[in-house]
């Protein structure tokens, strides 16, 4: 708790709490941008830049003609002058809007979060001049739009999450990941932002492998309720299944600890295989800070040139 005072007024706009009860998107995206930002200067990683569309450092072959002598006069480093075409990168957002991410036992819901942080993420990649697509699926995919750079693009990109609602559906998860890898062969960055609690883990993780095999970079958000994740459930519970309405009574007292355990292993698994293939894998509570997910997004961005 004690981050959540030592901080200035625009980080305030990485707490969840916060940024709920601002209700225009394009507020919050540059919001939570922004007070990103601020936090970045004051961290280790001062210094690091959000501009990577400009240069990449000089590697044997390129073409001398290429080099950046300015560059070269303020760094003593050789860097490679990037064209538009060579330069953009194409980010795919694939957010997942089936029932359960309606769930929340505090302020915000898991879809609310992933739509934030989705509006983030697309803020950010216009920014830098990427270009930027959306998928929303649960059972299927209900919306795609393809990746766009230009700045005007944006709207289309947030109108399409505001109206984002849990689908009365279950999550196919590894599904939609085959038909998006066939979809968009070309190599760019993808970001997933689902939850993993109704699939088999071995299917989801064929799905991305399909994505690594086309040779596209890969940033797994598990996103998840701290209900999800540490079952802080007490008295005696009648627990409803949001995707088939199916229901259990319990208490919970007596199988937390099972529970836990479970998904522990669970995680254990996906986060260890995913290591393997060399996705990113995080999870992220609905409590926790957005500015969580975006320094992991702009660690992988630096990697890619």
């Given amino acids: 708790?004690?981050?959540?005072?030592?901080?200035?007024?625009?980080?305030?706009?990485?707490?969840?709490?916060?940024?709920?009860?601002?209700?225009n998107l394009e507020l919050v995206a540059r919001f939570i941008v922004e007070g990103f930002l601020?936090?970045?200067?004051?961290?280790p990683f001062h210094g690091f830049s959000v501009e990577f569309s400009q240069h990449r450092q000089y590697m044997p072959g390129d073409n001398?003609?290429?080099i950046d002598w300015k560059v070269y006069g303020r760094t003593d480093r050789y860097y490679i002058k990037q064209y538009e075409e060579e330069t953009n990168l194409k980010a795919n957002i694939l957010l997942d809007v089936s029932?359960?991410?309606g769930y929340s036992s505090g302020e915000i819901t898991k879809?609310?979060?992933?739509?934030?942080?989705?509006?983030?993420?697309?803020?950010?990649?216009?920014?830098?001049?990427?270009a930027v697509g959306l998928a929303l699926f649960s059972d299927k995919i209900h919306r795609y739009?393809?990746?766009?750079?230009?700045?005007?693009?944006?709207?289309?990109?947030?109108?399409?999450?505001?109206?984002?609602?849990p689908r009365e559906s279950g999550t196919v998860v590894s599904e939609t990941l085959h038909i998006m890898a066939e979809k968009?062969?070309?190599?760019?960055?993808?970001?997933?932002?689902?939850?993993?609690?109704?699939?088999?883990?071995?299917?989801?993780l064929?799905?991305?492998?399909?994505?690594?095999?086309?040779?596209?970079?890969?940033?797994?958000?598990?996103?998840?309720?701290?209900?999800?994740?540490?079952?802080?459930?007490?008295?005696?519970?009648t627990f409803v299944d949001m995707e088939t309405g199916e229901e259990l009574k319990t208490q919970p007292y007596f199988i937390r600890q099972d529970y836990r355990k479970l998904i522990d292993e669970f995680y254990a698994e996906l986060k260890r295989e995913c290591h393997n293939m060399k996705v990113d894998f995080q999870t992220i509570l609905t409590t926790e800070p957005f500015d969580k997910a975006l320094m992991r997004y702009m660690i992988k961005r630096s990697r890619l040139y």
């Fill in 145 to 165: 739009l393809p990746p766009k750079s230009a700045q005007s693009y944006s709207k289309f990109l947030l109108s399409e999450l505001e109206k984002a609602r």
């Fill in 111 to 130: 879809l609310q979060y992933a739509v934030y942080l989705a509006a983030a993420f697309s803020y950010l990649l216009l920014k830098q001049r990427d």
């Fill in 184 to 204: 968009i062969k070309r190599p760019g960055l993808v970001i997933l932002l689902t939850e993993f609690l109704y699939e088999d883990p071995q299917k989801v």
């Fill in 206 to 237: 064929e799905g991305l492998r399909h994505f690594r095999y086309y040779n596209h970079e890969v940033i797994v958000f598990n996103i998840l309720d701290p209900n999800d994740r540490f079952f802080e459930f007490s008295d005696e519970t």
């Fill in 99 to 101: 029932g359960s991410m």
């Fill in 38 to 43: 601020v936090g970045l200067h004051k961290s």
């Fill in 1 to 23: 708790m004690s981050r959540r005072k030592n901080i200035s007024d625009r980080q305030r706009y990485l707490l969840p709490e916060v940024v709920a009860k601002v209700k």
């Fill in 64 to 66: 001398i003609r290429d």
